[in-house]
């Protein structure tokens, strides 16, 4: 799909087309239109070696609106930090928590100059709530917690839900991971939650996994896969919502029919402060 209509912020020298934006690819593999030849011939290539690449995404995004139903519609939560917050599509995290109550706050996250160029564009939250951006990464979650932008939306005295939706997974090192969502769990009052997903190879054939690994080597693939023990430690001495740590589609899916593990190998989990 040609990308020749995509804005493009103004003055920002982080743009780059030359090189892969992973909400780029996402927005590609979702069958958006944001993305350049860049992101299209990494997506493409990372679809070659594994096909259900694209089935990953939609379920990813199903996961996100249907934790968000839950967290809204049923814990009682009215306000979300979405952190790694991507190009909009449909079923934004305001859209979905503000559906159910108007009055729901949100806070996106993001370090890519399209998302937030787009999301400022697009993203415009109801009347009752609130809506704002930070410009800042995963990485730093110190960050992220002093932006002013937070604390004129968000009060950390009271609930929080912390989306880290497809994102955990570009922060290699398991320690560091781990160190960072510490660092924003302390932040949050008791009944807050954690929503998190990452890529995992359980559910791949050996031929499959080896391939996966080749091309992680070779930085064609970018995403640090973890398998269930490994990914539930994110959760340690929270409680977990049922059905606890599970693949992404098996997350209190909508209907009896649904893709199986292998065809979306991501873990997913909602846990309660």
């Known amino acids: 799909m040609p990308a020749s209509d995509i804005s493009q912020p103004p003055g920002d020298p982080r743009l780059d087309t030359t090189t892969v934006s992973v909400a780029r690819r996402w927005n590609y593999w979702l069958g958006g239109k944001d993305h350049f030849p860049v992101d299209r011939e990494s997506g493409d290539r990372i ?141 949050v009052a008791p009944g807050s939650y954690l929503v998190a997903t990452n890529v995992t190879k359980d559910f791949l054939e050996p031929q499959a996994a080896a391939v996966f690994d080749a091309m992680l080597a070779a930085g064609h693939v970018d995403t640090r896969p973890r398998d269930r023990d490994t990914f539930a430690r994110f959760f340690s001495g929270l409680d977990l919502v049922e059905p606890g740590v599970v693949p992404i589609s098996e997350w209190r899916p909508d209907h009896d029919q649904h893709p199986l593990p292998a065809e979306v190998s991501m873990y997913g989990a909602v846990a309660r402060v």
Do not use: W
């Open 47 to 187: 679809a070659q070696a594994y096909p259900a690449i694209r089935s990953t995404a939609r379920e990813g995004r199903a996961f996100h609106s249907r934790a968000i139903r839950h967290l809204v519609g049923e814990a009682g939560i009215r306000q979300v930090l979405d952190i790694g917050t991507g190009l909009p599509a449909p079923d934004n995290t305001h859209e979905v928590a503000q559906a159910i109550a108007p009055e729901s706050r949100v806070v996106y996250v993001d370090n890519d100059p399209m998302v937030l160029a787009h999301a400022r564009a697009l993203m415009v939250g109801s009347a009752e709530g609130a809506t704002s951006y930070i410009d800042a990464d995963l990485r730093t979650p110190a960050a992220i917690l002093a932006a002013p932008e937070l604390a004129a939306t968000l009060d950390l005295r009271k609930p929080v839900a912390i989306l880290l939706v497809a994102v955990l997974h570009f922060i290699h090192d398991d320690d560091q991971a781990r160190h960072v969502v510490a660092d924003l769990l302390d932040a």
